[in-house]
């Protein structure tokens, strides 16, 4: 829901993340079956982002889109 009340600059930051997310779980899924878990964890790539604004640009509320986010790809 909150994804639809994202402006502009917060949906280019929210689909990177999103796009990034997802191709991870695809990859999560697929090392799914194999035993080893110090293989899926040389498996994950991190996304490292700096989000920055002056008070009031909407950091927090794309935070908790975020959060929302990721609860929805792992814990749907």
Do not use: Y
Request: glycine share 6%; aromatic share 6%.
């Amino acid at each position: 829901q909150r994804e639809t009340m994202l402006n502009v600059d917060q949906k280019i930051i929210f689909d990177k993340i999103k796009s990034h997310l997802i191709s991870q779980k695809e990859r999560e899924d697929l090392l799914e079956n194999v035993s080893s878990k110090l293989l899926r964890l040389d498996n994950i790539k991190p996304l490292r982002m700096f989000i920055s604004g002056v008070g009031g640009t909407g950091k927090s509320f794309l935070i908790e889109a975020i959060k929302c986010l990721v609860d929805d790809i792992w814990h749907p």
